[in-house]
């Protein structure tokens, strides 16, 4: 009997790069899915806007500039809210995990409306605070570590670069300073910088000012496009080469901007992600407790040598010793907010310019102030000593978080030796860049520095653990 070999059957070649594993979505999973990615773009739309918005003030005036921001807010709603509604399509909203304090500063806001001496300003602002508090809430209850990081590195990646180009057109294409559209064509004083959305000083070597039309502001969002993308280089190695290069783009910006507060807030990040690699290199409780009682001595070693030492602080910096005006601007405040220091005269941040009890109160040459140059000092004239209270509560909250979530070790169990992760040392480092800007300014109590405080307070709260989201851990 003989026996035959089976003939092999020919090899068939698939034609198709489709994965013929993968299993077909559903319709309810495909339409998630592409409510994530739409999700993930507008977050970096939202993210440049904000850090951005004087520049459609600029641009459009600001009636445009609102018009702008009600179109985004609208957006972020229809997006966002049919997420809420239906748990399905993303993890359940941890309500409980709001950042209560800074909601409670909200509401002492609202509350000034009963004796507010500008109501038409305390309204406006307040809206605008609404609308930021919402885009928060939205972006850190949206995505996850990752995808939120990643939104803010594409939103300041536009904001440095677009920057860049549009000070490259006015001085090859313009050449020649170009006016805001917000304060019109005629200019009172034409050597204020202020009332120029370019000075065409890109080629000349003089201070940039970008598509925000302000050298301090720029300088501020470069620092934290450096923040991000040094961040996102240390995590991410696929990244890295583009990270590189844009952090070297936001770098020579930043420079140009020459911005003293910007310097020092640089400074205040470096000390602070120092003292996070020296605690995370501390594995038993009585190391830490050194490191703390060093770097109390460090810090106040610091203050007593700014202190003995600041005239020639301010000269090295470029600065007067007055803080470029700024202590004049503070007695002036305080004197008025010493009228009302328990409930304060009424939330407006910012100030707007044409209220009557704003338009020719404090003037910097021929322009309105806008703020009070100090968040505690404009919080205090505003809200009185219950708004100082609250907004002191909010950052002591929102920086213990912080500086936890960046020296202690991932953990959900009993394993205590996983590996730290770059993305948690951001929120320190930028509670950091706030508290010392807080110092001269008063954005971190409205438009992007607001938004970080409420984006970061709130995902530290509701995921401690840097993961994917909807990770269980």
């Not at 939103?155 to 549009?166: D, N, P, Q």
């Amino acid at each position: 009997m003989t026996v035959t070999a089976p003939v092999p059957l020919p090899r068939i070649r698939a034609r198709t790069r489709a994965d013929a594993s993968a299993v077909p979505l559903s319709r309810e999973a495909l339409r998630s899915e592409q409510s994530t990615v739409l999700i993930r773009a507008h977050a970096a739309v939202v993210v440049f806007a904000i850090f951005c918005a004087p520049a459609f003030d600029r641009a459009a005036g600001t009636t445009g500039a609102a018009l702008v921001f009600i179109a985004l807010a609208m957006v972020t709603a229809l997006l966002w809210i049919p997420r809420l509604l239906r748990p399905g399509l993303a993890p359940a909203f941890p309500w409980r995990r709001l950042p209560w304090i800074a909601l409670a500063y909200l509401a002492w806001g609202a509350a000034s409306t009963l004796w507010t001496s500008w109501l038409p300003s305390t309204l406006l602002t307040f809206g605008g605070m609404i609308v930021i508090t919402m885009h928060g809430l939205f972006l850190a209850s949206s995505l996850s570590w990752r995808e939120l990081v990643q939104a803010f590195s594409r939103g300041l990646e536009a904001a440095v670069g677009l920057s860049l180009v549009f000070e490259l057109f006015v001085s090859l294409v313009v050449r020649a300073p170009l006016p805001s559209a917000s304060w019109g064509p005629v200019l009172v004083d034409p050597e204020d910088p202020k009332l120029y959305w370019s000075q065409n000083l890109l080629l000349e070597g003089g201070r940039i000012q970008g598509i925000v039309g302000n050298a301090n502001l720029l300088a501020m969002i470069c620092l934290m496009a450096m923040l991000v993308f040094a961040v996102r280089f240390a995590d991410d190695a696929r990244v890295r080469v583009r990270m590189a290069g844009w952090f070297v783009i936001a770098a020579y910006v930043f420079i140009r901007c020459d911005s003293a507060t910007a310097w020092v807030c640089a400074f205040g990040a470096v000390l602070v992600l120092v003292a996070v690699l020296a605690m995370r290199r501390v594995h038993v409780p009585a190391g830490r407790g050194s490191l703390y009682a060093l770097f109390l001595s460090i810090g106040g070693a610091l203050v007593v040598v700014c202190l003995l030492f600041r005239d020639e602080l301010f000269q090295a910096l470029g600065r007067s010793s007055d803080l470029t005006g700024r202590r004049d601007i503070w007695r002036e405040v305080l004197a008025r907010a010493s009228q009302h220091p328990l409930d304060g005269w009424g939330f407006a941040s910012p100030w707007v310019p044409w209220d009557p009890g704003f338009r020719s109160w404090i003037l910097e040459r021929t322009i309105p102030v806008m703020q009070a140059h100090n968040m505690w000092v404009d919080v205090f004239f505003q809200l009185g000593l219950i708004g100082v209270f609250f907004i002191g509560i909010t950052y002591a909250a929102f920086t213990w978080r912080a500086w936890f979530f960046a020296i202690d070790r991932p953990r959900w169990d009993a394993r205590a030796d996983r590996p730290y992760r770059a993305l948690s040392v951001l929120p320190a480092l930028i509670v950091a860049v706030l508290l010392v800007q807080g110092l001269t300014e008063s954005n971190p109590i409205m438009l992007w520095g607001w938004l970080c405080v409420i984006t970061f307070a709130f995902k530290i709260k509701s995921a401690p653990l840097v993961g994917e989201q909807g990770d269980p851990r």
